[in-house]
Structure formats: structure tokens, C-alpha cells
């Protein structure tokens, strides 16, 4: 059962503050403050995930049950994504993908202060929480393997220019192994789709054939013929990057873009014709 948000706590706010101001330090950085820089980015990734469970568990706000909606689910998606940035941030320098992703941050943030989302005051089995969990982590996951697929396509542009040269890709590893690393995060990804989308049908009653769950379907039907082509056909470049936009932007519809079709625009045209 869904019921009506209130605002965030005044410790979500907190939290959510601290991270806003530590993303937007990062990414004004100076060439000369890496270093401060990436202090600042953690800073902001730590109060990040703290203001995401605050307001997720409705601590300090009186709300009983869960509260989530399409901006916390972006980000959420985008604070995974930074933990694979700063697991991969220790081999090889990433400066200009810090700066972007800490611009994301602050974009990502103050989403989620601004639209809350809604209460669900009480699961329809004691599995869907692991749906949820699940369902969050794959879009960390094609995420990750968006950002890679954007650095490969921006290294192949270069090569393009350089006539057939391997300039460093800007993750400064080799274009092979930055291909290597995009496919593995897309595998991941669907393996963990796949779970999520057998525990929502399996433990769903009854089960509906909305909008998430078409979209859902469709986006790990795509990802399905990317892996499958990859591996009888080889494909690669532009042919592979497109098949993983398109996915990923049929998931980012599945949950996010339904649920912001509710919370945003079905509410404002309530609001205006004076009842829901």
C-alpha cells in the first residue's frame, strides 16, 4: 500500500546537505587540488549513502514502512556507480570522470530531496525487499557499464582522429581491456536482472503486466541479444554501444520513468484538476 510522502527529515536534510556541498567542492576542483578533491568526493559519497537511508528508512520523519520513488532510485544508481569509480579510482587515475560524476552528485542529491517519493507501508511478501535490492543494483551495474561504454566510444573517436593510432583511453588502460571491462559489467548486470525480475514474478500476487514490468522485460530482452550477439558474433563499437543504450534506457524507464509519470506528472494534473 502506497500512501502520500512527507518531506524529508531534518537528518535527511543534514546528511543530503553535506553531501551537496562536498559533490560541488569536487567537481569546482582545481587541476592543482586532486587531492582535495577526491577527499571531497568521499565525503560526499559517505553522506550520500547516509542520506539515502535515512529517508529510505523514514528515520526522524515518523513514517512507518519504506519510502522510495524514481529520484531516490537514480540516486541510488548513481552512488553505486561511484563506489565501482572509487574501487577502479586506486589502480588508474580518473580525474575527468571524478569531475563528472561529482557534477552527477550534486544533480542526483538534490533530486532526491526534492522528490522523496512515497511511503510502502508493508511488502507484499517478505521477498520483495531482495527484489528491490536486486532491481537497484542492476541499474549500478548498466550504469557503470554506461560510463565505460561512453569512455570507449570517446577512445575509439580518438583513434579515429590519431588515423588508426591507441592513444590511452581516459581510464589510461588499454582499448581491449576497457572493452573487456564494459561487457563484464553489462554480464553482471544481467544476471542480476534476471534474479530480480524471477523474484518480482515469482513472489508478486498477483502478478501485472504494467508499464515497469514491460519496460523491464523489453530492456532484459535487449540486454539478452547484446550478450548473445557479443558472444556469436563478436560485436563490438558502435553496433554494441547502441544496443546498450537502448537498454539501459528501457530500465531507466521500467522503474524510474513510471514512477516519476505517478509522482510527478499524474500528481501535478491531479493537483490542477483538484482531485487524484
Do not use: C, N
Not at 575527468?96 to 526534492?114: E, S
Not at 534474479?195 to 523489453?218: E, I
Amino acid at each position: 500500500m502506497l500512501t502520500a510522502s512527507l518531506g524529508p527529515s531534518f537528518l535527511t536534510l543534514a546528511a543530503g546537505g553535506v553531501a551537496l556541498l562536498a559533490y560541488a567542492l569536487a567537481a569546482l576542483r582545481s587541476e592543482r587540488a586532486l587531492g582535495a578533491a577526491r577527499w571531497a568526493l568521499a565525503v560526499g559519497w559517505v553522506a550520500h549513502a547516509l542520506a539515502l537511508v535515512l529517508d529510505t528508512a523514514g528515520l526522524g520523519a515518523g513514517l512507518e514502512g519504506a519510502r522510495f520513488g524514481f529520484a531516490p532510485a537514480l540516486s541510488a544508481t548513481l552512488w553505486l556507480v561511484l563506489a565501482v569509480y572509487a574501487i577502479e579510482s586506486r589502480f588508474v587515475p580518473l580525474p575527468g570522470v571524478q569531475r563528472w560524476l561529482a557534477a552527477l552528485g550534486v544533480l542526483a542529491v538534490a533530486l532526491m530531496l526534492a522528490f522523496p517519493g512515497e511511503v510502502r507501508a508493508h511488502a507484499d511478501s517478505p521477498w520483495m525487499p531482495l527484489h528491490w535490492v536486486l532491481g537497484i543494483a542492476s541499474y549500478g551495474l548498466f550504469g557503470a557499464a554506461v560510463l565505460h561504454a561512453g569512455l570507449l566510444s570517446h577512445a575509439e573517436r580518438q583513434m579515429r582522429i590519431h588515423r588508426g593510432a591507441l592513444p590511452p583511453t581516459p581510464l589510461g588502460m588499454p582499448l581491449l581491456r576497457l572493452e573487456k571491462l564494459t561487457f563484464r559489467f553489462v554480464a553482471a548486470g544481467f544476471v542480476v536482472l534476471t534474479a530480480a525480475l524471477v523474484l518480482g514474478w515469482w513472489f508478486a500476487d498477483p502478478w501485472r503486466w504494467d508499464h515497469k514490468t514491460v519496460f523491464s522485460m523489453l530492456a532484459w530482452g535487449v540486454f539478452a541479444g547484446l550478450l548473445a550477439g557479443r558472444r556469436a558474433f563478436g560485436w563490438r563499437g558502435r553496433k554494441a554501444t547502441r544496443w546498450l543504450y537502448t537498454g539501459a534506457g528501457l530500465l531507466l524507464l521500467a522503474y524510474a520513468g513510471s514512477r516519476f509519470v505517478i509522482e510527478v506528472l499524474l500528481r501535478r494534473a491531479a493537483s490542477a484538476g483538484g482531485a487524484w
